[in-house]
């Protein structure tokens, strides 16, 4: 057995962990900041950032001092008891996000499943829609999670294929079309759930002026506005919320992801006490939700982003990599999306599929994904350097290059 043989660990994940992902074979084995290790001892520049989960980098000292503090105290205690920590992350997490009050959960999906349950209740008890007739218009190309009620409403047969028969109560609309969600809308209709940004769709950003006539009609027609921000929000796109850039406030926030400082699944629904007020006492529940580690760690992000320095990162870092990233349209790049410092960088038809790019890019020292065949997705941690993006740009135009002959 040698442990400095990624081939080694390689065989292990192929013949043990049952294979729902395809990840480039880099094996690793330490890491802080914007950079990984291999088992080998070979650097990488972190240009995924767990997607969005390590926004603050790996091991940010605050959140590992939070986690190192908060072992030595308690960890669980399940929501039987109160524990200290959590009304403390639920106030001051609902302060941050100019919300109410907070549902914490775990994982992103949890969050989610949490939102359309609510929703639903509240279409029941206060909206007045009959029994069983709650309906949620969603948006086409959506990601939002791997359960089968969120598959339920995904379009992307990969996600759909031999996981049938799903789950009713959901309507789907074209993305950014405003008058085709307004079609959609009934007297049925609990909510309209979206990401302000398209993360696993390839970043798309709506047109101009769309979340804004989504609020409109939400409020027209007294339906809930539910945001997914479990990759959008908490400084990714050079806000808090990625909605901030528009001026619109939902009813419905989802986070997760950088909520746990990439050190454990933390994810919370918050917003409107109206809304969330619908749950009571055995209604909804987890056992690890809201737990004491869980909440540390979460308080520590809080405190990350009070300041307000990672989204000024976000925003001016995000600027130059956008910059950056324009000069190379028309040289084996077509478009690049985003906002902040989250691009999606679709390749041109002579470049090919975005796997080969990724591989020979990891090769090379920066590691990034590939999602839809020819979108590679940008969104390093926001402590990443102006000269740390200018490496990863930069290695990937020699890579373009060297494919364009």
């Known amino acids: 057995m040698d442990t400095r043989d990624p081939g080694y660990f390689l065989g292990l994940d192929d013949t043990w962990c049952a294979h729902n992902y395809h990840p480039l074979p880099v094996v690793v084995a330490s890491a802080e900041g914007a950079w990984v290790t291999d088992v080998a001892g070979h650097r990488y520049l972190d240009m995924l950032a767990g997607y969005s989960a390590l926004n603050f980098g790996h091991r940010h000292p605050d959140l590992i001092a939070a986690t190192i503090e908060q072992l030595g105290r308690v960890t669980l205690t399940s929501r039987a008891f109160h524990h200290d920590q959590l009304g403390l992350f639920c106030q001051e997490l609902a302060e941050l996000t100019g919300t ?124 809930l506005l539910i945001a997914d921000e479990i990759q959008s929000g908490l400084g990714r796109t050079g806000e808090l919320l990625a909605l901030d850039h528009d001026g619109v406030r939902a009813d419905l926030y989802t986070l997760g992801k950088a909520l746990g400082g990439g050190i454990l ?9 109206d809304v969330l007020g619908v749950l009571t006492p055995g209604s909804h529940g987890s056992t690890f939700g809201g737990n004491p580690l869980s909440c540390a760690v979460g308080r520590a992000v809080v405190a990350l982003l009070r300041t307000g320095e990672m989204q000024q990162r976000a925003r001016e870092l995000g600027a130059h990599l956008h910059a950056r990233l324009g000069e190379l349209v028309g040289h084996g790049v077509a478009e690049v999306r985003g906002r902040g410092l989250w691009a999606g960088v679709e ?36 402590v990443i350097t102006r000269d740390e993006v200018d490496t990863a740009v930069d290695t990937l135009a020699a890579v373009l290059q060297e494919i364009r002959g």
């Open 347 to 382: 390749l041109s038809p002579e470049i090919g599929l975005g796997r080969p790019v990724s591989e020979e890019l990891a090769r090379r020292g920066v590691l990034v994904k590939e999602t839809h065949d020819t979108t590679l997705r940008f969104a390093p941690p926001l």
């Open 100 to 223: 109410d009050m907070v549902l914490p959960m775990n994982s992103g999906a949890e969050a989610v499943e949490s939102a359309i349950k609510v929703a639903r209740k509240w279409a029941y008890r206060v909206k007045g829609v009959p029994e069983n007739r709650a309906q949620i218009i969603t948006a086409g190309g959506n990601f939002h999670g791997r359960t089968i009620s969120i598959v339920s409403f995904s379009d992307d047969p990969v996600a759909t294929a031999d996981y049938g028969p799903f789950t009713p109560g959901f309507v789907a609309v074209k993305y950014g079309d405003a008058e085709a969600l307004q079609s959609a809308i009934s007297a049925d209709t609990a909510a309209v759930l979206l990401e302000p940004i398209q993360g696993e769709a390839g970043v798309l950003v709506p047109p101009p002026g769309y979340l804004a006539e989504v609020r409109r009609l939400c409020d027209e027609h007294d339906v």
């Open 265 to 273: 699944p933390v994810s919370a629904v918050v917003g409107r006490r």
